[in-house]
């Protein structure tokens, strides 16, 4: 029983390892490495969750309820429903699963333990081969391949260092840069920049109790200032998208930041959820609304369409294809699913590492991949599953 648990443990950590190879390899060894490890801590997970569902909230209950309920609508509702409720399942099964794991190490430090021990090794295998490969490519120009890995790569090597003291570490800690240099990965500088502001930011409020009295000043002040950022934002971009009128924009924000096309599929999506802005038109259907798949026919985006394949952009993503109505609870969902990973434990260490696992993660989204994307999905919910469990050992044993 003990050597299947540990096979398990194996399946999961190195299941990342697969990830750089194929992406049904990684989730059938990730799936069932818990599911393993489900199976011989079942009554273990039942007495925990039965402590835990008793200190839940009538107010976490009814967000949890009308995420389902708005989420099933817009699926229902979706132009794509096979793909829309394909899509609900597996988001709520990563959540299921990734609490099952935190329920089953929380009080099973061997298996925290060898489990963090197996991450580390498997991503600095990971960030070995990409530097080798990304080396070898330098002249061939084909050093995008791994661009998306190297993401989750940077929130790892960062998290790594609140979950195990290892000196595989270093070799995820002393390649990164070059990786993320060499593979071009700009979201992965905009969330270690976004993550270090933010971390930054709650350091000085615990430390400075001027700034901790003057919480829910800055908080007010920080939401309008947001508030308007997003209408000048989306001021400034596209909203006639007809050849003429997309030849004659001028593009007030910087291209260097931001570049035309992804400004071009934002103001396009904007505009087509303007046309349902309550429940959208359906998870994982952007790029079949009509009108997306037709090419832009712009000089700075040549053969390229309205929505390639999703807007490249998360917070967009989901208002698009959920609405306001999804939108609003899915993020009331993931704020209290934070927040109790927040009171594990009070250690400064910790606070900072789930602050920038979140900022890094979600700001990265921003510009990256599909939220969707099943991969980047599950390594969210089981990064945070992974730091709740330490936190909550360290607790523990203090």
Request: hydrophobic letters at 55%; aromatic letters at 20%.
């Amino acid at each position: 029983m003990t050597k299947l648990s540990d096979y398990a443990i194996l399946l999961i950590g190195f299941s990342f390892l697969f990830l750089l190879l194929n992406k049904i390899a990684f989730g059938v060894s990730l799936i069932l490495g818990i599911l393993i490890l489900i199976f011989f801590n079942l009554e273990a997970i039942i007495i925990k969750s039965k402590r835990i569902f008793k200190k839940i909230s009538k107010y976490e209950v009814l967000i949890t309820s009308f995420f389902l309920f708005f989420f099933f609508i817009s699926a229902f509702l979706s132009i794509k429903p096979y793909r829309s409720f394909l899509v609900i399942i597996y988001l709520n099964l990563f959540i299921i699963l990734s609490f099952f794991v935190f329920l089953i190490l929380l009080e099973n430090k061997k298996k925290a333990i060898f489990l963090f021990k197996i991450l580390s090794i498997s991503f600095a295998a990971n960030a070995l081969l990409i530097f080798i490969y990304n080396v070898i490519n330098y002249d061939f120009h084909e050093l995008s391949k791994f661009k998306g890995f190297v993401n989750l790569m940077t929130i790892f090597t960062v998290l790594n260092c609140f979950l195990i003291k290892s000196k595989f570490n270093y070799i995820t800690i002393f390649l990164l840069i070059p990786n993320i240099i060499m593979s071009g990965s700009s979201a992965s500088i905009l969330g270690i920049l976004i993550g270090i502001f933010l971390c930054f930011i709650f350091f000085c409020y615990k430390k400075l109790q001027v700034l901790y009295k003057l919480k829910y000043f800055l908080l007010t002040v920080s939401f309008c200032i947001s508030i308007i950022l997003s209408f000048l934002f989306y001021k400034n971009l596209p909203n006639k998208f007809d050849q003429k009128s997309l030849a004659n924009f001028e593009f007030k924000i910087p291209t260097d930041l931001i570049d035309h096309h992804r400004q071009i599929i934002w103001g396009f999506s904007i505009q087509k959820f303007i046309l349902r802005p309550l429940f959208g038109y359906g998870q994982d259907s952007s790029n079949f609304i009509d009108g997306s798949q037709v090419d832009i026919g712009s000089k700075y985006t040549g053969d390229m369409n309205f929505i390639p394949s999703h807007p490249h952009n998360f917070l967009i993503e989901i208002l698009l294809e959920t609405g306001v109505c999804g939108t609003f609870f899915f993020i009331l969902l993931i704020y209290i699913i934070n927040v109790r990973v927040w009171k594990l434990h009070q250690s400064l260490k910790f606070k900072l590492h789930l602050i920038f696992l979140n900022s890094f993660f979600w700001s990265s989204s921003f510009v990256n991949f599909s939220f969707w994307l099943g991969w980047w999905q599950a390594s969210y919910f089981l990064l945070l599953s992974l730091i709740a469990s330490k936190a909550f050992i360290n607790k523990i044993e203090k």
